[in-house]
């Protein structure tokens, strides 16, 4: 039988030429985080702190956040769609080992991912003053923190795909999550200037951990004594979010569903 | 006692809160066998046919797919048995031939991917993308999907609803020839004349169980069902139902002193006749 790596591969494969093939999901999943870029980049321009504008903070959770887009929103839309579709029964009556389909999930993420960071470093670099990380330890952490934060983001998605009922809930469910989350992560608002319950809130999740992380690469070493703890605490951040990828794996065998609730 | 048997169930339960879907249903299908299911909707065909194909769990009873418990189905089963569900997605992006190599690579001995979707019927389309396919070619390329692995085993659910009768009678030769290569097929169908055609038995469901289970030439005694004889008698149709049909009709070719009986017939029911009498429609 062929081995599961070879399967997992084939199936990122076929997965990345259905979503090439399909222009909106192209243009609406790459562009998006880029118009928002824009908009929030000429709407936001007066500084946090003497040196560090409100822009480079934005556009740095921008960054984190396309990671959210492409791995949660997108796959937890996209799952409850195929499952009610059939495309999952289907392939449940293959010798396709369940690992191989998320494994190609994985594997369509992560280069829409790339794609997706690249492109926005570009514009963040190019139009909004955000440096390139300017050493080595840098570029490592920008990327453990988005390796980790996209696997996190993906795993969380397939688990929450299990939650919809139909394909046509699915957006209505999890658009507004996605939504939130920025708001209240330190995406459109400078996170410590929140309310302190919803910092609370928000430091349960995955993406206030991933923009914190990704300050630490882009905003200078100053900023950090702006931080809640007065420090980048990139140790916690790699905990959170190590938690959150175990945590959406055991969620993700438990929960996941090939059939529709009514399907049996 | 079960090893020549592809399909053996008894005693099979299921019920969806208080219904019963499945009300101890009993099924023998041996290897190398064309078997079809009739029975009105609602019948429990789905039901059974998912539990045998490992879909659904089953309350109750006993049940063996290959000499295996379909509710244990692992990668190697399911390698043997081909599933050919009632309208399943599609993967509207790729084309014909993407999504049949692709299916072939999920199996240990997959049949050449080009063959097959000859063998449907869609040559033609290969490089067509599947959403640009009408329901009948979209049919055929379930179908391409649920043999290409080679299956021991194939579950054929209603698979030629939107057929017109061309694309039917190709198909039939189709499953003919499978069944010809050693395939043993589980159809499931509302067209009497489809069972007829294919099924080397025919079972017929209602109420959740196999009311009766016999070749579709015997199926509820059919054969030895009174058999109706008509001729045309100065000007007026006459029909008698008798239970020794040759003795009439030599009685009648007397009668006409030896000359043609005019208009003669001799029938028997119909698989449908049978089929309605059987769930009660009669």
């Given at each position: ?61 921008m ?21 009610d ?37 570009a ?32 795993l ?32 459109f ?66 929960t ?9 | 006692m079960?090893?020549d ?17 499945v009300a ?81 690579g ?68 189709l ?38 289970v ?9 054969a ?40 003669l ?18």
């Open positions: 039988m062929t081995s599961l790596p070879v399967l997992g591969a084939r199936q990122g494969g076929i997965e990345i030429k259905q979503f090439l093939r399909s222009r909106e999901a192209v243009v609406f999943t790459m562009l998006f985080p880029v118009l928002l870029m824009a908009i929030f980049g000429a709407v936001f321009t007066q500084e946090i702190t003497p040196g560090v504008t409100f822009r480079q903070y934005f556009v740095t959770g960054i984190a956040s396309g990671l959210l887009v492409v791995g949660f929103q997108n796959l937890a839309i996209q799952i409850p769609i195929e499952r579709r059939g495309v999952l029964k289907r392939l449940r009556g293959t010798p396709m080992p369940k690992a191989a389909y998320f494994l190609g999930k994985v594997i369509v993420v992560l280069v829409i991912g790339v794609a997706e960071t690249v492109l926005l470093l514009v963040a670099n190019l139009f909004y003053g955000v440096d390139l990380p300017a050493t080595g330890e840098k570029w490592l952490t920008f990327g453990w923190v988005s390796a980790l934060g996209i696997t996190a983001c993906t969380g998605g397939i688990a929450f795909s299990s939650l919809a009922r139909s394909g046509r809930g699915a957006p209505a469910m999890v658009t507004p999550v996605a939504l939130v989350l920025q708001f209240i992560s330190g995406v608002f400078v996170y410590t200037q929140l309310p302190s319950w919803m910092q609370q809130v928000a430091a349960f999740f995955p993406l206030k951990w991933m923009c914190q992380g990704m300050r630490s690469v882009f905003l200078p070493d100053g900023f950090a004594a702006q931080e809640p703890a007065g420090s980048w605490e990139l140790g916690r951040v790699a905990l959170v979010l190590a938690a959150w990828c175990v945590g959406g794996l055991v969620l993700c065998l438990l996941f569903r090939w059939t529709t609730r009514r399907d049996g | 079960t090893e048997l592809a399909i053996f169930a008894r005693g099979l339960r299921k019920s969806y809160g208080a219904t019963a879907a101890g249903l009993d099924l023998a299908v041996r290897r190398g066998e064309v078997f079809a299911l009739l029975g009105p909707n609602g019948a429990g065909k789905t039901t059974t046919v998912e539990i045998l194909e490992g879909y659904r769990r089953r309350d109750g009873g006993e049940v063996s797919v290959l000499g295996t418990d379909p509710a244990r189905a692992d990668a190697a089963w399911r390698a043997r048995v081909g599933i050919v569900l009632q309208g399943t997605g599609e993967f509207e992006d790729l084309t014909v031939g993407e999504v049949v190599r692709h299916f072939a999920f199996y240990p001995r997959p049949d050449d991917p080009a063959a097959v979707v000859e063998r449907v019927g869609l040559a033609g389309k290969v490089r067509s993308r599947t959403h640009a396919l009408s329901g009948g070619q979209r049919r055929r390329l379930d179908v391409a999907l649920g043999i290409v692995g080679r299956p021991e085993l194939l579950f054929l659910d209603e698979p030629t609803t939107g057929f017109d009768p061309q694309a039917r009678r190709e198909f039939w030769e499953v003919r020839a499978l069944a010809a290569g050693g395939t043993t097929i589980l159809l499931t169908t509302h067209y009497l004349y489809e069972a007829e055609a294919l099924a080397d038995r025919v079972g017929v469901i209602t109420g959740g169980r196999l009311v009766a016999d070749t579709p030439e015997r199926l509820g005694d059919r030895s069902a009174p058999a109706t004889v008509t001729w045309r008698d100065g000007g007026e149709t006459r029909s008698e139902q008798t239970a020794t049909p040759t003795a009439l009709v030599a009685e009648l070719a007397t009668r006409y002193d030896g000359g043609e009986v005019p208009e017939t001799v029938t028997r029911p119909t698989l449908e006749d049978i089929y309605l009498n059987l769930i009660g429609e009669r």
